[in-house]
């Protein structure tokens, strides 16, 4: 059973579009983040959510806008898709009292490509 | 401030030791970590180490912590071609315990040839 799944795995899609990608974990988690790879591999956090409630977020344009359903779900929605969107999103989770050890878990990344 | 920086590329021969180094900023991170990125999956804590260690040692890891230079760095001995992947420095920046939030550098690709 896959702990962190994401879907879909790759999105191709044309500018000024709308996409969503979905995230769902099953190790029992109460926080879930978004992450975003460049092209260079940088990751930087997006969003990060706990039972739900929205923790950080990191000067993200609001074109993203993350929905938290329950805390086993974390969905990413992007409006009027650019090309400098294009890139691999992570999700991840851990669990809140134990996000000292910085411990996250995750996805396997949506590859994400803007035309 | 909030900067983790790595080489971003290392090649070694199957069965000598690999050293992989990072920088940070923040002096008052409790924690900082390493993480691997195989090719098309997603990262996995490696291992960490807390502040106020110099050492750790696990298995064929061996992560040593320098605070004053804000060095971190981590040795794989006998690497092995599975150990070929992307390595992640991270930390939590101050103020940001208990959020998860990491600061991960730029990722050093460990190459391993036959």
């Known amino acids: 059973d896959t702990a962190v799944s994401q879907t879909p795995k790759y999105l191709v899609t044309q500018m000024g579009n709308d996409k969503s990608i979905k995230c769902e974990q099953n190790l029992g988690h109460d926080t879930m983040y978004w992450y975003k790879q460049d092209s260079k591999k940088f990751l930087k956090i997006m969003f990060s959510y706990n039972n739900k409630e929205l923790i950080i977020n990191e000067t993200v344009p609001n074109r993203f806008s993350p929905k938290s359903p329950d805390k086993a779900h974390l969905n990413l929605h992007i409006n009027s898709l650019e090309l400098g969107d294009s890139a691999v999103y992570f999700c991840a989770s851990s669990q809140y009292r134990q996000t000292n050890t910085g411990e996250l878990f995750f996805g396997e990344g949506s590859r994400l490509t803007v035309l | 401030g909030e900067d983790v920086e790595q080489s971003l590329f290392l090649s070694v021969r199957e069965g000598d030791s690999s050293v992989i180094n990072c920088t940070y900023t923040?002096?008052?991170?409790?924690?900082l970590y390493w993480y691997k990125q195989e090719p098309g999956a997603g990262l996995q804590l490696l291992t960490y180490?807390?502040?106020?260690?110099d050492m750790k040692q696990d298995q064929r890891l061996t992560v040593l912590l320098n605070k004053k230079d804000k060095h971190l760095s981590l040795r794989i001995a006998d690497t092995q071609t599975g150990d070929s992947a992307i390595y992640f420095c991270?930390?939590?920046?101050?103020?940001?315990?208990?959020?998860?939030?990491?600061?991960f550098g730029q990722g050093t690709t460990l190459q391993v040839k036959p």
């Open positions: 991270a930390e939590i920046p101050h103020g940001s315990s208990n959020t998860g939030k990491l600061i």
């Open positions: 180490i807390f502040s106020n260690m």
């Open positions: 923040d002096s008052s991170s409790t924690y």
